[in-house]
């Protein structure tokens, strides 16, 4: 069964960094695309950034230029660096594996920006 764990939340002061952690298990993921969405307190979840097998990224528009998704295949892990952050990324992240059949969540971690 694919469980996914994600860790490296918590509090940040405006401006200041984080870098979130999803390792995967009970599958070889080197070839699914993996991804990390956000949910702020009363909306709904939103797609935040995609790498996909080969190494291809895309971002949506809010963090284009702050934040980096990466994968380490090796590891079975997917990092999200999170640079000059702002009170607005504060929500639950959860990243997500997809393959051909099906799609895993995590079960999220909480970042918050507050001063």
């Known amino acids: 069964q694919v469980q996914l764990v994600e860790s490296g939340g918590g509090l940040v002061q405006p401006g200041g960094s984080l870098r979130l952690s999803c390792t995967a298990s009970?599958?070889?993921?080197?070839?699914?695309?993996m991804s990390w969405h956000r949910q702020a307190p009363g909306k709904q979840r939103e797609w935040v950034a995609t790498?996909?097998?080969?190494?291809?990224?895309n971002y949506v528009d809010a963090v284009k230029g702050r934040f980096t998704i990466s994968r380490d295949n090796a590891k079975n892990t997917v990092y999200l660096q999170m640079n000059s952050l702002k009170f607005e990324d504060t929500a639950v992240y959860y990243c997500k594996l997809r393959t051909p059949l099906e799609a895993y969540w995590g079960q999220g971690t909480q970042v918050t920006v507050s001063s």
């Open positions: 790498v996909t097998p080969g190494g291809g990224t």
């Open positions: 009970g599958r070889i993921f080197s070839s699914d695309v």
